[in-house]
């Protein structure tokens, strides 16, 4: 059976996404799940997150300038041989413990978005499927053949904030969606956004589906369902600016449940919960742990991790204690939403 993929996806950007994908990661490798953690984004801050610059560095030299031997070590040197006559390369996964793999993301990947928009609509024709399918799938293919390298029982994803070519076919490959929300109308704007786009694009890869299985000449390989099913949002409490009273971010907050209901799930009656600490769609309200979160980068862990060694003394030992327990419930309650089975893993 594929592995399941959780994806975690908004509109709007800079809603601690990338933050909160990497500490789930660490999180639910401890808890008993083997995870692959893929950096479908082409910005690639997932991989600067687990990776220092020197690694990355290696990771990004070009072959023909350096001699060496990197296909596959990224997510667009896996894709690469698409772009002319090849198949998808066999991914190199870096190793971060033993239940916690990275796909690392590529600036390069941006270079793909043109050849997935060319062959959307090539999918639905009455020619040779296999070239448009298979590229509009590479994601899923790779992300399927990485995890089963590391025997793997979940993978969870890093997508930009856009609703472009590539997080379509990221979308495309992905079993569940958590959702990350900041206390803004930017965040409100966002849900109003990725409703309806996540709508279009499961019914339109329902079509592409069919349409392969109508086909006189079969592809041969695996297609991903594309279920895209929305499993909750988080809210993330950035710092609050001082020209911005707390009460207008309260306002925000209270409207998404509202939002989330009527542009996700297409309940548009209601009642609809009052806040976030309400709704049953809510998987949390993440503080924002200001300070730790640069320690954190600095030493290139989660927050969870820091020592006393790391500057980790007095009141942020004890915010550290905090995370640690909120990130802990998140991924249970997560693991749970998308149907986990740790008790499987033999982390």
């Known amino acids: 059976m594929p592995v399941p993929v959780i994806t975690f996806f908004n509109n709007k950007g800079g809603v601690g996404k990338t933050s909160l994908v990497y500490h789930l ?10 995870v692959l953690a893929c950096d479908l984004d082409p910005q690639a801050n997932l991989t600067s997150a687990f990776l220092d610059e020197t690694a990355i560095e290696e990771l990004w030299d070009d072959d023909d300038d350096n001699g060496g031997d990197s296909e596959g070590d990224t997510i667009f040197r896996c894709l690469e041989p698409l772009l002319r006559v090849g198949d998808v390369r066999e991914p190199k996964l870096r190793s971060v413990t033993t239940g916690l793999h990275l796909l690392p993301g590529d600036l390069s990947l941006s270079g793909f ?21 298979r590229i509009l799938t590479a ?6 053949t990485a995890a089963a390298a590391v025997d793997a029982t979940v993978i969870l994803a890093d997508v930009g904030p856009n609703l472009g070519a590539i997080n379509r076919s990221a979308l495309i ?33 329902t079509r592409r589906r069919e349409n392969e299985q109508k086909a006189g000449k079969p592809v041969g390989f695996p297609l991903p369902e594309g279920r895209m099913q929305p499993i909750g949002y988080v809210v993330q409490q950035h710092s609050v600016r001082l020209s911005r009273p707390v009460k207008a971010c309260d306002t925000w ?3 998404m449940p509202r939002e989330y209901a009527r542009s996700l799930l297409r309940d548009l009656e209601g009642p609809w919960p009052a806040s976030p600490t309400t709704d049953p769609h809510c998987l949390a309200t993440m503080k924002h742990y200001r300070s730790l979160i640069a320690m954190a980068q600095e030493h290139r862990k989660p927050i ?8 980790a003394i007095g009141g942020h030992a004890g915010a550290v204690a905090d995370a640690r327990g909120d990130f802990r419930k998140l991924a249970e309650t997560i693991a749970s939403r998308a149907e986990l089975t740790p008790e499987k893993c033999s982390a």
Not at 25 to 34: I, K, P, V, Y
Not at 139 to 144: A, C, D, E, G, H
Not at 304 to 311: Q, W
């Open 139 to 144: 994601f899923w293919t790779i992300m399927q």
């Open 253 to 255: 907050i209270n409207r």
């Open 304 to 311: 969870f991790h820091l020592k006393s060694a790391d500057g």
């Open 113 to 133: 978005e043109d050849a997935l928009s060319e062959q959307w609509p090539n999918a639905l024709g009455s020619a040779d499927l296999y070239r448009p399918l």
């Open 25 to 34: 990661a660490w999180m639910l490798s401890e808890t008993g799940h083997r």
């Open 173 to 205: 490959a992905t079993d569940s969606i958590v959702v990350p929300l900041g206390a803004d109308l930017f965040s409100l704007q966002g849900l109003r956004n990725l409703g309806p786009t996540l709508q279009r694009w499961r019914m339109d890869w």
